[in-house]
């Protein structure tokens, strides 16, 4: 296998890079406690979708364009930071107590609205991650061959779409579990004040680098 090379070590680079803590995570975690697990795993979709976005533009070289050009990149950052600004203050002021049963779960998570609203969260949340630019970009100019076939990085592609949504929708499972999401409830108020300060904090770095 020529690519295997290639292959294990954007397998590795990527799993350590999706398996670090950052608003992927945060939004993944929080969908779970408050809505559950079927909501948490469409989060995880959504997630899915934007990589796939991130991996489109950059098989087909734009992620060189938006990176080279600053104008295009300040703009991303600044709709990123905004976003990452409304989602973390949207849980520093939320009232509304996670603390419900599974019963109550189902019935919030089965709307075809909900769904849409959970996948659109995670698909943004993704998307307007500016870094995921320069990741993927790194991943493809430094691993990857120039004479490596579009096939086989498109291959590369849908590891990288697939492994995401997997890991994610095992942090879906592990914090549904009802040891451990009992606890997170109890402490439901402290938990979503600290994922807002995260999401927070991270609007902020973006905010500050293009300043």
């Excluded at 938006?66 to 002021?93: N, V």
């Excluded at 609205?113 to 990741?135: D, I, M, R, V, Y």
């Amino acid at each position: 296998m020529p690519y295997l090379h290639e292959f294990l070590m954007i397998t590795i680079i990527h799993l350590l890079a999706v398996m670090s803590p950052g608003p992927d995570f945060a939004i993944v975690v929080n969908q779970s406690l408050r809505f559950g697990r079927k909501t948490a795993i469409i989060t995880s979709l959504g997630i899915g979708a934007g990589i796939s976005v991130h991996v489109a533009y950059t098989l087909l070289g734009i992620g060189f364009i938006i990176t080279q050009s600053r104008p295009i990149f300040i703009g991303i950052q600044i709709i990123g930071a905004l976003y990452l600004t409304y989602l973390g203050l949207s849980l520093l002021f939320n009232k509304k107590n996670i603390g419900v049963n599974e019963e109550q779960l189902e019935n919030v998570s089965v709307g075809e609205s909900h769904h849409k609203k959970a996948f659109l969260l995670g698909f943004l949340t993704n998307l307007l991650n500016p870094k995921a630019a320069f990741f993927f970009l790194a991943i493809f100019t430094t691993i990857v061959s120039v004479n490596t076939p579009f096939m086989v990085q498109s291959i590369y592609g849908v590891w990288i779409i697939s492994s995401t949504i997997l890991w994610f929708t095992l942090v879906s499972f592990l914090f549904t579990q009802e040891r451990i999401r009992s606890k997170f409830i109890r402490y439901s108020v402290v938990f979503e004040r600290i994922m807002g300060v995260v999401l927070l904090l991270f609007a902020v770095r973006l905010a500050l680098e293009f300043i």
